[in-house]
């Protein structure tokens, strides 16, 4: 199976920055898709930013201009800068991707078990 392992969450004041982890481990593959997702207390869980195997990133218009996603895919890992953090920010921040096990078969979707981001104003 494949795990998604996350770290760098923390506290922070607005205007910080903080860097989030995530790297993949297992039965991979390929790797198509790999994002962060995030989910504030009473709120759905929301696409924050992703990169493709492509390169092709997309963000969120809430952080576009402050976060910055990269992806190392030797290492299987993507990571989030995230900077000029606003109180808004605050919320569980959860890995995503879309990997292939075999070089047969469709992509399989995985989570990572999420890291708290709390910025205080």
């Known amino acids: 199976q494949v795990q998604l392992v996350e770290s760098g969450g923390g506290s922070v004041q607005a205007g910080g920055s903080l860097r989030l982890s995530c790297a993949a481990s297992?039965?991979?593959?390929?790797?198509?898709?790999m994002g962060w997702y995030r989910q504030a207390p009473g709120n759905q869980r929301e696409l924050v930013a992703g990169?493709?195997?492509?390169?092709?990133?997309n963000y969120a218009d809430s952080v576009k201009g402050r976060f910055t996603i990269s992806r190392d895919s030797t290492k299987h890992t993507v990571y989030l800068q995230m900077n000029s953090l606003k109180p808004e920010d605050t919320a569980i921040y959860y890995c995503?991707?879309?990997?292939?096990?075999?070089?047969?078969?469709?992509?399989?979707?995985?989570w990572g078990q999420g890291t708290q981001v709390t910025v205080s104003s």
């Open positions: 297992g039965s991979i593959y390929s790797i198509d898709f």
């Open positions: 990169v493709t195997d492509g390169g092709a990133t």
């Open positions: 995503n991707a879309v990997i292939k096990n075999f070089a047969v078969g469709p992509g399989y979707n995985y």
